[in-house]
T-cell receptor
Framework: GAGVSQSPSNKVTEKGKDVELRCDPI?????LYWYRQSLGQGLEFLIY????????KSGLPSDRFSAERTGGSVSTLTIQRTQQEDSAVYLC??????????????FGSGTQLSVL | AQRVTQPEKLLSVFKGAPVELKCNYS??????LFWYVQYSRQRLQLLLR??SRESIKGFTADLNKGETSFHLKKPFAQEEDSAMYYC??????????FGSGTRLLVRP
């Protein structure tokens, strides 16, 4: 595809349910990021994948959050036992490795998660 | 620890007025700094980066290591500049840390 693709674009779930959010990065991009965008909180870093290296999970807010990246491409962010405070827009971004992985991030349009 | 602070949640100016969006950072090493912008109903996108020392859409930003600042400036604001602006910092880990954002509203 031409850009970073995220699905679903909107997700409404009930408190306590699990959700999976998907991200398809730009083909060939080795770096992949997940961020959470909340009103008044800005962009909160969640997790960072770079190639085959161990991911940087330092931003995950609790053990209910996990993410994986299969085959160095598609990534899934999973939130277990969702809580109302998990409601936010979840953004995925990717970038190429050279010369620096963070030189320019390309963002998806996000998944709006609403936990009722 | 890396931290980015944008003290203003909202900045409202009239068309043609100068604009300065403030950004302060905390990082012990040599940082890479960026400004990202999100226009209404569009994706977040890179506006400019300090390493390039570029001017994009009339915006400039200078890294001031003494004041640990990277303020975004434009001499004459346009209505189409209205958007959400995020300052971001990258240290040695390549992880990008964003500030909380400033909404710029340019009134006609």
């Amino acid at each position: 595809g031409a850009g970073v693709s995220q699905s679903p674009s909107n997700k409404v779930t009930e408190k306590g349910k699990d959700v999976e959010l998907r991200c398809d990065p730009i083909s060939g991009h080795t770096a992949l990021y997940w961020y959470r965008q909340s009103l008044g909180q800005g962009l909160e870093f969640l997790i960072y994948f770079q190639g085959n290296s161990a991911p940087d999970k330092s931003g995950l807010p609790s053990d209910r959050f996990s993410a994986e990246r299969t085959g160095g491409s598609v990534s899934t962010l999973t939130i277990q036992r969702t809580q109302q405070e998990d409601s936010a827009v979840y953004l995925c971004a990717s970038s190429s490795e050279a010369p620096r992985a963070n030189e320019k991030l390309f963002f998806g349009s996000g998944t709006q998660l609403s936990v009722l | 620890a890396q931290r980015v602070t944008q003290p203003e949640k909202l900045l409202s100016v009239f068309k043609g007025a100068p604009v300065e969006l403030k950004c302060n950072y905390s990082y012990s090493g040599s940082p890479e700094l960026f400004w990202y912008v999100q226009y209404s109903r569009q994706r977040l996108q890179l506006l400019l980066r300090h390493i390039s020392r570029e001017s994009i859409k009339g915006f400039t930003a200078d890294l001031n290591k003494g004041e640990t600042s990277f303020h975004l400036k434009k001499p004459f604001a346009q209505e189409e500049d209205s958007a959400m602006y995020y300052c971001a910092l990258s240290g040695s880990s390549y992880k990008l840390i964003f500030g909380s954002g400033t909404r710029l509203l340019v009134r006609p």
